[in-house]
């Protein structure tokens, strides 16, 4: 009897354990913010706030049909290795029958059955955000078509209703877009960020619908958790009484300065500090410093861009991780270079003092590994 006594026990601590550590364990979040236009602004606040959860980010502006279809198959692989995916998506949603199809700008239309081959239907975002290991959301930011919408085909006004294997909709009507980023806003700043409670947010807004409900909770942030068998820390000792220097010991006895204490690091210059190395950019430039004496030859913009393309989709995805890791990146690790892996590279060079051309030398990819 003491032995089982004593086994489970053991079981029911590990069973604890593990608990505690998957509560405290971050989630992965990712992010794809589409907007039709390229004024892309208002997804840019969202990314903004998204940084709450420390979610990657990537941003999609005016893109066309088929740049959309080739985002939906590339996506699929990074939903299925996160936790939770969240869809917001800023553009004019058409219905043909009871399907809400996304349009692009100056998408032309001979007729209404032509958005099954010229348009991407919304319930394939739904199901791309579904994949992830908690599922997801989808937000769409309804804007007005502009163009001539054929007979048999409608501008969409509400949700559409629920689909067994879709991630929730949430539907922003036209006009009510930059309230609910604003209330997104200050929902991501709660200690406690949960999906459900993200979606109460958005329906609290006039006129904004849900195709449905979690089915239970997501936590996307919550408070770390502390353990209760922790030992507190001891009481701080009270300070030492100074007592006041007197004027009659030999000058021999006085004590010699005390050394200067070491400058701080530097930060990344755009100053998140939260949980990084502690790695100043004169320290990074130190470690690709040419040997003394060495005349470093010049490498022209086609080497460099040579260079880039013989790497692997492994070691970008290793580039992308240390710029996230430095502050610099917010995009998806999907070992893809776009416009914001280029941008994080070149404010990576300007910390450390090279040129921002974009393009990694060698030595510069050698401090990423």
């Known amino acids: 009897m003491p032995l089982l006594r004593i086994l489970c026990l053991a079981f029911s601590t590990l069973i604890l354990g593990v608990s505690a550590y998957a509560q405290s364990d971050a989630p992965r979040v990712v992010a794809v913010l589409i907007s039709a236009d390229a004024d892309n602004s208002r997804i840019e606040r969202l990314a903004t706030a998204l940084q709450g959860v420390n979610a990657e980010t990537k941003i999609v502006a005016a893109p066309s049909d088929s740049e959309m279809r080739a985002l939906l198959q590339s996506f699929a692989n990074i939903a299925l290795e996160s936790d939770v995916v969240i869809i917001y998506i800023d553009a004019p949603i058409l219905k043909l029958g009871e399907r809400g199809f996304v349009a692009t700008r100056g998408l032309t239309l001979p007729r209404a059955s ?82 459900g409670d993200m979606m109460a947010t958005l329906t609290s807004i006039n006129d904004v619908t849900q195709s449905q409900t979690l089915l239970r909770p997501v936590v996307l942030r919550a408070p770390p958790v502390v353990s209760r068998t922790q030992t507190p820390a001891p009481p701080a000792a009270p300070p030492a009484t100074t007592q006041p220097q007197t004027t009659t010991a030999p000058a021999a006895a006085a004590e010699e300065p005390a050394p200067e204490a070491p400058a701080p690091e530097a930060a990344p210059e755009n100053g998140n500090t939260a949980g990084l190395p502690q790695v100043s950019a004169e320290e990074l430039a130190a470690q690709q410093t040419a040997p003394a004496g060495a005349t470093p030859r010049a490498v022209s913009l086609e080497e460099l861009q040579a260079f880039e393309n013989n790497l692997s989709r492994s070691d970008k995805r290793e580039i992308q991780r240390g710029l996230r890791a430095l502050g610099f990146y917010r995009g998806l690790i999907d070992g893809l270079f776009g416009r914001q892996t280029k941008s994080a590279i070149e404010a990576y060079q300007e910390s450390i003092g090279a040129e921002p051309t974009g393009l990694l030398t060698e030595d510069q990819f050698a401090a990423f590994h």
């Open 114 to 195: 032509a958005l099954l081959t010229r348009a991407v239907p919304l319930s394939a975002f739904a199901r791309a955000a579904a994949l992830a290991g908690n599922g997801g959301l989808v937000m769409v930011g309804a804007q007005d078509f502009g163009g001539t919408v054929p007979s048999g085909a409608t501008q969409a006004s509400a949700a559409p209703g629920p689909r067994n294997g879709l991630a929730p909709i949430v539907f922003i009507p036209q006009g009510a877009a930059d309230s609910a980023i604003a209330a997104l806003a200050i929902a991501l700043e709660k200690p406690t960020v949960e999906l």
